[in-house]
């Protein structure tokens, strides 16, 4: 399983790679929409109060990852506590996964498990998801949308979090300090000519925008899944092969009691022989 983890954790590090320019680039137009002299006017782009709130939790697809799926609902855990205490409601999501079993083990029923997505689900998978909560803000119903997940930061490093995926400035915010250097600070919207307009172009933007996040976030969360699993895997395979070497010198420790004490039986007998 260490094997197999490792090279699933580098077909997909290649991935992740490859795409963070392309989100650095989202980062930048997505920067440049919201900071507009004079503000758009777009429902995605405002605050709504209908009290609901809903996550996406993604979990292991598969065991022996350690406490991988503990971790992830830890956090998860957080968001219940707090929205509970604040008096509004949260909808739980979730792809099928080894998390489910946690979180019927907690008492959290999923308001709605997506089966048969692919390991890294594909963009039109990602879109029957993503779209049914974007129409849902759009419409007011909906106050807030995040994915719970574990992060990928680098090989040695991830951890759980919550990616806020709307409100949609928040989730532009978070991404341009994250990204790298965001270009160009210098110039403001008004410096650009865009073609249809920024106000025509600005829900089809951001639906790219929180796509692509939404998809990092299964990307990532997949690499530290195999992270996780060579990490475990490794220190079974370290704990056998200590195991086995107690068990190897206590059994030869025993076994040399015994030859000594049939040694000692025998020499008894000769003796009581002559």
């Known amino acids: 399983m260490q094997v197999v983890s490792t ?10 790679l490859a795409v963070v320019d392309y989100h650095d680039a989202l980062a930048q137009a997505g920067y440049l929409l919201v900071t507009s002299q004079t503000p758009l006017e777009h ?14 939790v993604i979990g292991s697809r598969a065991g022996l990852c350690g406490g991988y799926n503990s971790t992830v609902y830890g956090h ?8 509970k205490s604040a008096g509004r409601r949260l909808d739980v999501y979730a792809p099928d996964s080894r998390l489910i079993g946690t979180l019927n083990s907690h008492g959290v029923s999923p308001a709605k498990v997506y089966d048969n997505l692919d390991e890294l689900p594909s963009d039109a998978q990602i ?3 993503a779209d049914e909560f974007i129409d849902g803000y759009i419409a007011g119903r909906l106050d807030y949308f995040g994915v719970v997940y574990m992060s990928f930061h680098s090989p040695g ?35 650009f000519h865009m073609s249809p307009s920024g106000r025509e172009i600005i829900e089809g ?3 790219m925008i929180m796509h692509a996040t939404i998809k990092t976030c299964f990307l990532e969360a997949l ?4 992270v996780a699993r060579m990490v475990a895997m490794r220190n079974a395979t370290k704990n056998a092969e200590d195991m086995i070497r107690d068990l190897t010198a206590e059994y030869n420790h025993a076994r ?19």
């Open 127 to 129: 879109h029957e998801i």
């Open 43 to 56: 429902p995605l782009l405002k605050d709504n109060s209908s009290g609901r709130s809903a996550v996406l």
């Open 7 to 16: 090279a699933m954790f580098k077909f997909y590090y290649k991935k992740w």
């Open 256 to 274: 040399q009691s015994q030859i000594t004490g049939e040694l000692l039986d025998i020499i008894s007998g000769t003796g009581v022989l002559r």
């Open 76 to 83: 998860l855990d957080t968001h219940l506590s707090v929205e």
């Open 157 to 191: 490093r991830q951890q759980a979090q919550t990616m806020t995926i709307m409100p949609l400035t928040e989730l532009i915010d978070h991404l341009t300090t994250r990204a790298k250097v965001i270009w160009p600070w210098d110039l403001a919207f008004e410096d």
């Open 223 to 226: 690499l530290s899944e195999h």
């Open 205 to 207: 933007l951001a639906r």
